[in-house]
């Protein structure tokens, strides 16, 4: 077993924190299915990050839901 995701999720929020000066938030929208797991917030902008183990892949609602986004800037 690899590294679960909430590790994942841990470091990246320490990262953000420690070099972009910022906060993450945990996403969830039991509306809509497929939204990334966390929402960066730092000078820089905001911006929504769907976290993958190395192993992990993107499920097609998810793919979805990013292309979404995308296309709202």
């Not at 993450?24 to 509306?31: G, I, N, Y």
Request: charged share 25%.
């Amino acid at each position: 077993m690899g590294v679960r995701e909430n590790k994942v999720e841990t470091y990246l929020s320490e990262q953000v924190h420690e070099h972009l000066f910022g906060i993450t938030r945990k996403w969830e929208s039991p509306a809509h299915v497929g939204v990334p797991d966390q929402i960066v917030i730092c000078p820089a902008g905001v911006f929504f990050i769907e976290v993958k183990t190395h192993d992990g892949k993107l499920e097609s609602w998810q793919q979805r839901e990013i292309i979404r986004l995308n296309n709202h800037g």
